[in-house]
């Protein structure tokens, strides 16, 4: 009888240790999957709800909207060809002054002005383009025009059959159309080196 009851002691305290073991397995198991103070939820585990979709965010390296760009103004709605080949389209001079200076290669007043049209074109390059507008000549003669007066560096459009001069009415050499950045005519005709160096920094300062 007292061996029963020891036996029947002894299964108890096993039990009793066997239920302990399982709470604090539990309990440790609990401690694992849960949320550390001010920290990220685990992985798997599901973020309470806020009420409101999350804010989808710009993978790194995505690119962002720039400023609208400029409205092309008639004027400026012509293409051509430069005397090295290259297409030239003028509406990506919108928003800019622009200065158009038509030109022949045997003109000896456009041999004048050449120079200054080499010296300040490069320095103004990206305020106030300055695009020659090659005509009433062989193509052969303008590209030794350009060569000759170190025009390289600013585009020279081809215009022997004379469509962007009637278009601007040019009828003589060398006349110079100057455009502010809205679209506007504000110069036509003949400006000698000193004048034309003058207008086109106003413009780049304005």
Known sequence: MRIGMAWTGVGRLRRAATAGALVVALLGTAACT?????????????????????????????????????????VLRFTGTT??????????????????????????????????????????RDTVPIVGVAGLGERKAMKEFVTEFDLGATP??????????KRFKVTEQSIFVIIDRSG???????????????????????
């Open 34 to 74: 849960g949320t550390a103070p001010g920290g990220p939820a685990a992985a798997g585990s599901a973020s309470a709800p806020t009420g409101a979709p999350p804010t989808p965010t710009a993978p790194p390296g995505a690119a962002t909207s720039g400023p609208p760009a400029a409205q092309v103004p008639d």
């Open 83 to 124: 005397l090295g080949g290259a297409a030239f389209d003028a509406a990506q001079l919108a928003g800019k002054p622009v200065v158009l200076w038509f030109w022949a290669p045997w003109c000896a007043t456009c041999a004048s002005q050449a120079w200054t049209v080499a010296e300040i074109a490069p320095r103004y």
């Open 156 to 165: 020279q459009i081809e215009d022997g059959k004379g469509a962007l001069w």
């Open 184 to 206: 506007t005519i504000v110069h036509q005709g003949f400006l000698d080196g000193e004048a034309l160096t003058a207008k086109v920094a106003a413009l780049a300062g304005a």
